[in-house]
């Protein structure tokens, strides 16, 4: 008997796999109006620039943003440009970058045990200290590249030896004169030595104004390809303490800063300054610095200079050029009347600058804008 049932069972399972499988329950085909097929995912290319994906032990970091993984054929991201300002850092240590006289030629400036320092305390107008505790250095940008550097060394235990690091362009050098440091271009046959920029003597007082004796030297430094002005201080009274040592840079064209008036003697031989215009006044700026003792410092030779230059640009040289050695023939006059420190001194170089803004400003497009500047104040003499 119950082989017979399981005889049963099994023919009923195979007459229910051999049966036709309904079809009221089937999907429909994909032809069928009331439900169309499912579209294919549509082919899109691969990016050219991928985000990425870095896998970290057992975290991963995924970014969508490019990484710009391409093919490397593109231009640079940044093609190097004419620097026209001072650059002043966060961190000494990113060193201070400054124009020269030449278009195409920048230096840099690293102060001693520059990774000691802390960062810049930020002063008006864009300069910074970066203090230690023993020294500070006071950095102060002009308008027109120029740059200030001030030395405080606060106790007696602060070295009296203080490197100046200086990273030149190719093809340059430094040269010490009598009263300046100047960075000239390397001479080749058929271009003599051209002056670029030029580094102030650098002077020293105590506390109580008396001058210190300071002995500038020239040298390689560290690292290999840096060039060092060493400056050597004399003895120093124990109790005259803060000691200041001022050190200025320029991007001049002349081999000369303007010395103090005890030493100064004119302009080295071979330097000419050009005559003063019909006129006799700066274009849309003061003719000379008074201060209030009655000592005049006259722009009007500088004026000339850098509308001299522009008539050459950009043929010979740049606007932006033209208008740093304007600061920089200031900047001689200002020290030549009232010496490398001090109020006069100051505001002398400050009126600099501020007519080097304005000009930077208003005189953006060579000889061109300089004849209409002419012509407007010829015309003004006329009526």
């Known amino acids: ?30 032809t069928d109006p009331t439900r169309p097929a499912v579209p294919l995912p549509i082919q899109r290319p691969m ?61 840099s400036l690293h102060l001693p045990a520059e990774v000691t320092l802390g960062p810049a305390a930020w002063l008006p107008g ?38 100046f690091g200086i990273k030149l362009p190719a093809a340059t050098h430094l040269r010490q ?21 030029t580094f102030s003597i650098p002077t020293a007082t105590d506390a109580h104004q008396a001058p210190l004796s300071v002995t500038p030297t020239l040298g390689p430094g560290f690292p290999p390809g840096q060039s060092n002005l060493t400056i050597d201080l004399g003895p120093a009274n124990i109790f005259a303490f803060p000691v200041t040592i001022a050190l200025s840079y320029r991007a001049s064209d002349v081999p000369t800063t303007g010395a103090p008036n005890p030493n100064w003697t004119g302009l080295p031989a071979g330097v000419t300054v050009p005559a003063a215009p019909i006129d006799g006044h700066c274009t849309g700026g003061p003719d000379a610095y008074t201060s209030a003792d009655g000592r005049a410092a006259n722009f009007v030779a500088a004026c000339v200079t850098q509308q001299q230059c522009l008539t050459t640009a950009p ?34 170089t400050r009126a600099a600058a501020d007519y080097v803004t304005w000009t930077k400003t208003n005189m953006t497009s060579g000889p061109d804008e300089l004849d209409h500047e002419r012509t407007a104040r010829e015309w003004r003499g006329v009526h």
């Open 1 to 30: 008997m119950v082989i017979r049932t399981k005889l049963v069972v099994v023919a009923l399972t195979v007459l229910a796999a051999m049966a036709p499988v309904p079809t009221v329950h089937a999907d429909p085909v994909p």
């Open 177 to 197: 004169g009598p009263h300046v440091v100047v960075v000239e271009t390397d001479a080749v046959p058929g271009n003599p030595s051209r002056v670029i920029g």
């Open 315 to 348: 043929a010979y040289t740049s606007v932006d050029s033209c208008n740093n050695r304007l600061l920089a023939h200031m900047s001689i006059q200002c020290t030549t009347v009232f010496g490398q420190t001090g109020d006069d001194y100051d505001a002398c």
């Open 47 to 107: 990016p050219a620039d991928p985000g990425r994906v870095n896998p970290i032990g057992g975290a991963r970091i995924s970014s969508t943003i490019p990484q710009g993984e391409t093919a490397g054929l593109e231009p640079p991201l940044a093609a190097q440009t004419e620097r026209g300002e001072a650059t002043v850092p966060m961190w000494a240590k990113d060193g201070i970058f400054a124009p020269t006289a030449h278009p195409n030629r920048q230096i």
């Open 126 to 163: 864009g300069g910074g200290v970066y203090g230690s505790p023993d020294v500070d250095y006071t950095v102060v940008p002009y308008t027109g590249g120029g740059v200030d550097i001030t030395v405080t060394r606060k106790t007696v235990f602060s070295a009296s030896t203080i490197p």
